[in-house]
């Protein structure tokens, strides 16, 4: 092994650059398939005929497909039917659809752990279906999905790392290039540098979700009886946890 | 509450926006068809499909970043002749899996990468006269049994997805079994790290591999012929008697045979 | 879709899609195994295994798992191990998602009361009996859902062998566009393959949910 071969300062910046481009595509997909997938979530929990139908069978479609063959649709096979995209924007478009379809459960798996009781307590007193939704489901939702979501952040910044196959230059992409262009004992030192970079940052990620997990479970304390909320719990489908 | 709405509904507009930018953005591609060379000559700028992990023909070197080679030379003569300054080019990473994708899709004009011209390719793009003969060959570790196409009978050979040899060494040696990787590269660490007994592909490549590591050897001489040609999309005519032209000024001139005595020492 | 891509190479389709399914039951055995362990290390009454169990389970759970099959793949030939495409990927796998798994069941096992382990240790069983004749058992029952998921995730995350020749679904996929020029219609073929796979993997998951969630 030659860490001193493999730290060199170009090679450093090379993976710089590389890490740059990840948390490029990471954020920008971060921020859409936030948005969408949010949308997605909220329109399936709504059971507005037929739509909400042609939702759940999307997303469930997305949902179980290999995200590598996401991005190889999006890069390889779209332009074949006319849908032509740069290497970044088919990457975060891949990486936006797939994560959406993960985002639409967490929302929905949110909004379903409210409970029916608290929509029938609200339109009993009065207020309308949307009422409802926007002033007693919504914020109590969105709580609890705090969590989830963070870790699914966490999940498509790692993700962004399956976009070596169609080259975009992100992070892995480049350290390869410089093991693949060199000596083979810079190999194990390149890799151990990449995890721990990867590791870094999406470690401060997991502390930050942890430390917003905390935060929620006082609020629940302080608000209603502790004992109502874990029979919600339990009445929930658990929201899933993706890879 | 009222932050809640507003966030939402700001969030419903961002995403139509969005989805009305996506349709338009479609278009606008769509539209643009006609030859590269007017596109390129409009933009200012030519954009070529290049190998960055081939030593010799297209390399780029993580610690200069600098990409070189003998495609990247002939790339340049081509800027050079097209805009009258070899730096009006930009240079994009292809694999032989993502080169004609990427063709089709417009990301870039034409592939100068190490590209074979075959019967099966001119179905899906059009190729210029031949600029480099090439012929594939084996890598091997020094002192290896194998000494030929003939001895790989159960050994393992390592080759690339989306190249031509995959297709012939599977003709040549039905009984040997085939390990395709994502590029030349990493085929390379994996034929050093003993993933493999042998690794094959054009003469060319594995000449460069053997520069970079004086450990291996090509063995066993050519065994198939292939020969070099610019990929240019599909029914671009004007495009292709362009580079057809210009390869022959490049070969009149003696220019090309530099740039190959540049590159190519054996 | 034009399906003569499918019948003209159903062999090859057939050879990564068996591969698939075995390299997700290795995965799933092994990882289940390596994730109880890390998870009753991560509770055990001992700091050191503690802290070995969070170390592994953090560190494997933040970094991309195409990362670690490089690492089993190319990094380990520097300590003179040399593994095909096939095992690195397996083990890839199968550690990755025991990180995930070990998380599950942690949760688990931390959701039966406490009471019962001081019940269990001071009828005169060992802190390992209570373990597994007690409250293994019970949390298992919870975690079946969340294992689903992972389990799920395997299938999907398979995938990844593709790259670095491991002779899977997506492997053989690609030699087929290598012939074919026709990425579509290959392609939308190894969806389906992997559909086949894991929607009836994510109905079972969901019907695991309700019950549950009926008999709680």
Redesign the interface.
Known sequence: MDFIGAYTPGNLSYLLKGLLVTLEVAVISIVLSFIIGSLLGVLRYAKIPLLSKVIAVLVETIRNLPLLLILFFTFFALPEVGIKLEIVTAAIAGLTLFESAMIAEIVRGGLVSIGKGQIEAGRSSGLSYTQTMWHIILPQALKRMIPPLVSQFISLLKDTSLAVVITLPELLHNARGIYNGGNYKIVFPILLLTAIIYFLINYSLSLLARALEKRLDTDRKQGTGLRKIRQNQKQSRPIPESF | MKQFKKWFVFAMVLTLVMALLAGCGGDKKEKSGGSAIDKIKKRGKLVVGVKYDTNLFGYKDPKTGDITGLDIDIAKALAKKLLGDEKKIELKEVTSKTRIPMLNNGDIDMIIATMTISEERKKEVDFSDVYFKAGQSLLVKKGSPIKGVNDLKGKKVLAVKGSTSVVNIKEKAPDAEVLEFENYAEAFTALKAGKGDALTTDNSILYGMAAQDPNYELVGGTFTDEPYGIAIKKGDKKTVKYVNDFLKELKDSGELQKIKDKWIKE | MDFSILTDNFDTYMTGFFNTIKISLIGLVCSFILGAIVAVFRIAPLRILNFIGACFV??I????????A??F???L???HI?L??FVAGTMALTI??AS?IAE?IRAGIQSVDKGQMEAARSSGLTYIQTMGYIILPQAIKIVI??LG??F??LV?????L????GLDL??YA??I???T????NT??F??VF??VL??PL?LL??YL??RL?KT?
């Open positions: 953090e560190f759970r933040n970094i991309p798992l195409i990362l670690i490089f690492f793949y190319n990094g030939v520097a300590f040399n095909s495409g990755y998602t995930f599950a859902p969340p998921n992972q799920l995730n999907k995350n398979s995938s990844i593709g790259v670095f020749a997506m492997y690609d030699s566009h290598e012939k020029f026709d990425t579509f392609y939308i190894v969806g992997y559909l894991t929607i994510s998951v969901g949910e309700r969630a709680e």
